[in-house]
């Protein structure tokens, strides 16, 4: 295998607080290749956020404390100065965010925000970096791009404005495009818009992106690989179709399970995971799901590793043996479904 | 309680608009143009039904709940609930109404009072409805929390120190409290995460079966939709455009929206999302300043002609009477009879 393009090792986060230690991050590795789409799944608070911002280096909060390595294009990152990372900062590695509205300049026009981006990259005329930001408008797909980039941002709808957000994104041309919940605040009908837009970016530019996203719909469409995060840890990691057809670890299980889906048949009740996900505070050792799950057993005490228990690159945290868990699976009872009309 | 009428409409929203005035000028206020939020919407609720009321946002589903809550004067039309028109009663003798009426609201942060207890938030509807005294009161707000879920200890608790879904289940509680008819559940679920978004969605399913209540229960998350609803209905820029059966809707949609909006809606399993076909809808929603004429979708149509642009389809039945839609070119109706699939429009 290639050398990956981005390597995050045994990355962990933690935030001291007035009540104690939050450990936002617990130890994540992740790879990611040339050209690839990863996906990182998980509910509010599980870590994927703060996992990415990290890789950037866009957390500055005093009471932060970071361990690990992030390892891109033979540099740690996380053994950077600040000047040196903002040299990788959107032009090597960018970012989008869930928020297109409060993420642009309200009192800028967005043809200046482009603009000025290349300038701090680049030794370019203001005209040529105009002419670039005009060709970038064009090239995500907003109409009469040469009049729109002298509006602000407030001119724009909102899936224009991430349209916007993803042109600043590419000025520079960066290897990695890191996606934060790019369509969590669009209506289903744009986030098909935006979702076309970032895989085409991958097909024309070979781009490497990681997409944020709490919505499994969203991932099985458009991610190569698939990361399912809980509580600050990696719990699953592997090929879509591994992640989607064959899920290791129950909590997997519990996601895609409480998922009102339309390619089914309608169930009478939805699957749910029994209470709610645990604290970050002071977070015990063990599996941090284990309270939730049905399946846990005394082993479950123990932290259990992220390992390749099939022996196929799909990588999961659960102390089952495989064989368990495919009877636990298959063990379930089927939901009952609603009687169905023909 | 009143009886119960099976099968009779228990609400009727007739020819409904909701049009916001857009005012220039210091002094005179002269108004330039209008917002058309809800453009002349109708349609029956019966009693122990659940009516799911999808679209974009933007589309009028909120404006149209508040309406109906009259939490908004209509600019027209009326609304008949339990046999009453509502519409133009005056606030005094809206509160009897109100009982039988109740709304939950999208942002379980926003809509409870931060500086007020969760006993004094379930208790406030009961208080100013003044269903018995003090003692009553109190052991009915501990029924209610039982009833969501939540623990009766928690009544002197402040909203802050709950969850979001626990906070969406006060609010639940809150519009149970006046035992209502009708509850008007705006986007209850999507400020959730998944796996909570499903606990609250079954207890909404719960409590239905046990207190035989009618829902009108807005989304814009089609899968959760499908699951909680009888009935469909589709709004694109203030009016609705299909109405039909759950079930059927998602089998055989026949407005062209309606198909695209489903088309849009990402499915978790790989192979299936590869497989099938993407209606990608190009554009944004045109503004409800100045709606587009003839049919308000004809814009983004990928079936449309000439005469979409002329002349607004009226709502007629495709199939069955249950299942109506306003579109001049239907689907699976005329077009599976023509055996012609239609171009994609990701070619365009």
Redo the contacts between chains.
């Keep these: 295998m290639a050398e990956p393009l981005l390597e995050v090792r045994n990355l962990k986060v933690s935030f001291r607080s007035e009540d104690g230690v939050v450990k936002a991050v617990d130890g994540v590795s992740l790879t990611l290749a040339e050209g690839e789409t990863l996906g990182i799944v998980g509910e509010s608070g599980s870590g994927k956020s703060v996992t990415m911002m990290s890789v950037m280096r866009l957390i500055t909060d005093p009471n932060a404390r970071f361990e690990g390595e992030v390892i891109y294009k033979g540099r740690d990152l996380m053994a950077l100065t600040q000047d040196q990372i903002r040299g990788i900062r959107g032009a090597g590695i960018a970012m989008i965010f869930q928020d297109p509205m409060t993420s642009l300049n309200p009192v800028h026009r967005v043809g200046w925000q482009i603009a000025e981006q290349i300038r701090a990259h680049e030794r370019i005329s203001e005209k040529a970096a105009r002419a670039r930001a005009i060709a970038l408008l064009n090239s995500v797909g907003i109409p009469h791009a040469s009049e729109r980039v002298d509006d602000y941002p407030h001119h724009f709808s909102g899936g224009m404005r991430q349209r916007v957000m993803i042109a600043m994104a590419l000025s520079c041309s960066p290897d990695i495009l890191i996606a934060d919940e790019p369509t969590t605040a669009l209506d289903v009908t744009i986030q098909a818009q935006i979702l076309r837009l970032i895989k085409e970016l991958r097909d024309d530019f070979g781009t490497a992106v990681v997409l944020i996203t709490h919505d499994m719909g969203v991932v099985a469409e458009t991610a190569d690989r698939v990361a399912v995060m809980y509580a600050g840890r990696i719990v699953e990691q592997g090929s879509r179709r591994d992640v989607f057809y064959q899920p290791q670890h129950p909590y997997t299980w519990g996601l895609l399970g409480s998922i009102a889906r339309l390619d089914r048949p309608k169930p009478k009740r939805l699957a749910t995971i029994p209470g709610l996900p645990p604290s970050l505070l002071n977070l015990a050792s063990g599996c941090a799901f284990r309270v939730r799950c049905a399946h846990r057993f005394e082993r479950c005490l123990q932290t259990p590793p992220l390992l390749d228990r099939l022996g196929n690159g799909h990588l999961d945290a659960c102390h089952l043996e495989p064989q368990a868990k495919k009877d636990a699976r298959a063990g379930a009872a089927p939901p009952e479904l609603v009687e169905d009309a023909p | 309680m009143s009886t119960g009428h099976d099968g009779d409409a228990l609400l009727r929203v007739e020819h409904v608009k909701k049009h916001f005035p857009i005012r220039k000028g210091i002094l005179l206020q002269r108004e330039v143009a209008r917002v058309h939020a809800v453009d002349d919407v109708s349609f029956d609720l019966r009693s122990g039904e659940t009516l799911g009321l999808v679209g974009?946002?933007g589309c009028g589903k909120s404006t149209l709940a508040r309406c109906i809550a009259r939490l908004y004067e209509l600019t027209s039309g009326s609304v008949i609930f339990d046999g009453r028109d509502i519409s133009r009663l005056p606030r005094r003798r809206l509160r009897p109404v109100r009982r039988g009426l109740q709304m939950v609201f999208q942002d379980p942060y926003a809509s409870l009072n931060p500086r007020k207890r969760v006993g004094t938030i379930i208790s406030d509807p009961l208080r100013i409805h003044r269903r018995g005294n003090r003692g009553e009161i109190k052991r009915q707000v501990r029924q209610l929390l039982e009833l969501v879920g939540l623990s009766p200890e928690h009544v002197n608790r402040y909203p802050h120190e709950f969850?979001g879904?626990q906070r969406q289940r006060i609010g639940v509680a809150r519009a149970l409290a006046l035992h209502p008819r009708l509850i008007i559940a705006d986007e209850p679920v999507s400020a959730l995460?998944?796996?909570?978004?499903?606990?609250v969605?079954?207890l909404l399913?719960d409590l239905q079966d046990e207190l035989s209540l009618t829902y009108i229960f807005i989304a814009?998350?089609?899968?959760?939709v499908?699951?909680v609803s009888d009935r469909i209905a589709v709004m694109y820029l203030g009016k609705i455009v299909e109405i039909s059966p759950a079930?059927e809707l998602?089998r055989r949609p026949v407005h062209p929206y309606t198909e695209?909006?489903?088309?849009?809606?990402?499915?978790?399993?790989?192979?299936?999302?590869d497989q099938r076909e993407?209606i990608?809808?190009?554009g944004?929603?045109p503004s409800p300043v100045a709606p587009p004429p003839g049919c308000r979708f004809h814009p983004r149509c990928r079936y449309a002609t000439d005469i979409c642009t002329r002349e607004e389809p009226p709502l007629v039945a495709h199939g069955s009477p249950d299942h109506v839609a306003a579109c001049h070119h239907p689907l699976s109706f005329s077009r599976a009879a023509a055996g012609g699939t239609p171009a994609s429009v990701e070619d365009a």
């Design positions: 974009e946002s969850s879904g995460d998944v796996s909570i978004r499903a606990q969605i079954n399913d814009h998350d089609l899968g959760v499908r699951h079930e998602y695209a909006l489903l088309s849009a809606v990402p499915i978790p399993d790989p192979d299936l999302s993407h990608v809808l190009e944004d929603v």
